[in-house]
């Protein structure tokens, strides 16, 4: 379905680095789609095929990987009982729950809705920032790194030699779907089309 999109680029969740090994596995793929590739992930499984299925000259990434230490900000907001933080992460977990029964394409019409993408951004960033102890902004760094990793990644993307005939296809995941949403939307540069446009029930 996102094949008919006919994208002339595809972006992925995958760093600048790895490029030459994106292009090698995508070229062997091409050539043979029943035999794994390096990168056995949605890499392989959905670019990949979107990219043979619609003639897709390049696939790039356009990751840039931060450390941020999720885990202990969660320690510390149960710690000082940062309720705001603790009511929003159990809401946010209960809409996944949700998508459990879903099948994939209504998952993924589902998760890029403005109303998925505004949970995404509060549960993986916005949140961060009511965890935070006296004199310090621990949460607040946390989702200002989050942020910060977004925004390189956006930089990336507007890094990639495009012109006004090329279809952009991304694909990431939804927090980062969530970002570039905003940010294109923003853009003198890009008209975002949405990808629910393609997915059919």
């Known amino acids: 379905m996102l094949a008919q999109f006919k994208p002339t680029i595809i972006l992925v969740e995958s760093g600048p680095k790895e490029q030459a090994g994106l292009d090698k596995n995508y070229a ?95 549960f993986n960033a916005d949140l961060l920032t009511y965890v935070n102890t006296k004199d310090h902004f621990e949460g607040a760094e946390a989702a200002g790194d989050f942020y910060l990793r977004n925004l390189k990644m956006f930089a990336n993307i507007n890094r990639v030699k495009v012109n006004d005939n090329d279809r952009i296809l991304i694909l990431s995941g939804t927090t980062h779907a969530a970002f570039f949403d905003m940010f294109m939307k923003r853009s003198p540069k890009y008209e975002v089309v949405p990808i629910t446009d393609y997915l059919k029930h």
């Open 28 to 122: 062997q793929y091409l050539q043979n789609p029943a035999k794994d590739t390096g990168f056995q992930s949605e890499i392989q499984f959905l670019a990949f095929e979107i990219g043979r299925l619609s003639q897709t000259k390049k696939i790039i990434g356009i990751d840039k990987q931060m450390g941020y230490d999720y885990m202990g900000i969660d320690k510390l907001a149960h710690e000082i009982e940062a309720k705001t933080y603790l009511k929003g992460q159990s809401e946010i977990k209960k809409m996944f729950q949700s998508l459990e029964s879903e099948s994939l394409v209504n998952r993924f019409i589902k998760m890029n809705t403005p109303g998925f993408y505004d949970a995404m951004i509060n």
